[in-house]
C-alpha cells in the first residue's frame, strides 16, 4: 500500500492511503509539481530550483 502526507502551510498534515501520483492525476497541474518520484510541490511555494554542488544534483 502506497501512502502519501499532506502537509499545509499551517502545518497541519494528512496522512492518506493513496499513491503521490494518484493524488497529483487529481490536482491541477499548473500549480503542482513533482521534484521527485516521492516530493511534489505547489508552485507558488518553490522559490527556484538550482543545481546543488553536495550532495546531490538540485537544490530547491
Known amino acids: 500500500m502506497n501512502y502519501t502526507w499532506l502537509v499545509w502551510d499551517t502545518g497541519e498534515r494528512l496522512l492518506l492511503a493513496r499513491s503521490l501520483g ?31 554542488p553536495m550532495p546531490g544534483p538540485w537544490r530547491v
Open 22 to 52: 494518484y493524488m497529483l492525476a487529481r490536482l491541477p497541474d499548473s500549480d503542482f509539481v513533482r521534484l521527485h518520484r516521492q516530493y511534489a510541490f505547489h508552485r507558488h511555494w518553490v522559490g527556484g530550483v538550482e543545481r546543488d
